[in-house]
């Protein structure tokens, strides 16, 4: 159905699969108008309560000529999050990498916690390069024991990081890297190994000095810890 109102050169135009005849909450995303229940959003963030309860007394949401515009957010992204609540095979959430990163970008700026875990569980059934896994996690606060078999790959393997990767991964991490490479050259010449290569440890040898440097210690492997207090950060310095 077309709205005959513009926004910018483009015209309105409810979305194909998130107008929903039942929904209480109309948003405007680009050129998109989705209609969808305000009570996912009350729920699952505090982000949208403290906006809710901001609004209170307006009638913003309650058509499409007074919507919600959620600026800076593409309305491709917008209805890959919403899938997530109105996926219709119920508990089975198969997609591609560049999806779950749409939800996980979202789910972080709006303290979506919940959706947020579900998207690090998701994110661990993929096969995910270790220095991009390494880089988004970091970018989103999650658990860095999910990375200590990345942070392996990387401290054992021959080659040191390149020019783009250190870019990715930031100066920190770079040194980190460097350090964890170190100490097992060091780890080794300690033990009598002449001319050693990375191969010739086993992951464990090398996990306790790559905890030690990345400063990880033995805790639950649930994303919580860092999640959550990531979204309640958010949720005070995030702009709707």
């Known amino acids: 159905m077309v709205n005959s109102s513009e926004h910018g050169l483009a015209r309105v135009i409810h979305h194909k699969d998130y107008y929903l005849r039942g929904g209480d909450m109309t948003v405007l995303v680009e050129n998109h108008l989705y209609r969808i229940h305000s009570h996912f959003f009350e729920r699952e963030s505090l982000f949208f309560r403290q906006k809710f309860q901001s609004a209170e007394g307006e009638e913003r949401g309650s058509s499409d000529n007074n919507a919600y515009t959620l600026d800076d ?12 609540f109105y996926n219709p095979k119920y508990s089975l959430y198969e997609a ?48 860095k024991l999910f990375l200590i078999p990345a942070y392996l790959a990387v401290c054992k393997r021959d080659k040191p990081l390149s020019f783009a990767e250190g870019t990715q991964l930031g100066m920190e991490t770079v040194l980190r890297v460097a350090d964890a490479r170190e100490r097992v050259r060091q780890y080794a010449a300690e033990s009598g190994i002449r001319s050693p290569t990375f191969d010739d440890f086993e992951d464990r040898d090398i996990e306790s000095i790559v905890r030690e440097v990345f400063g990880i210690t033995p805790q639950s492997t649930s994303p919580i810890p860092q999640t959550r207090a990531s979204c309640v950060r958010f949720a005070f310095i995030t702009k709707f």
Not at 73 to 84: C, G, P, Q, T, Y
Not at 98 to 109: D, F, G, K, M, Q
């Open 73 to 84: 957010v593409k309305s491709e992204d917008f209805a890959r999050f919403l899938w997530v």
């Open 96 to 143: 591609p990498l560049e999806t779950w990163l749409s939800i996980l970008h979202l789910a972080n700026r709006w303290s979506f916690c919940n959706v947020k875990e579900l998207t690090v569980r998701e994110l661990e059934k993929i096969e995910i390069e270790p220095v991009d896994k390494i880089a988004i996690y970091h970018e989103y606060g999650i658990n």
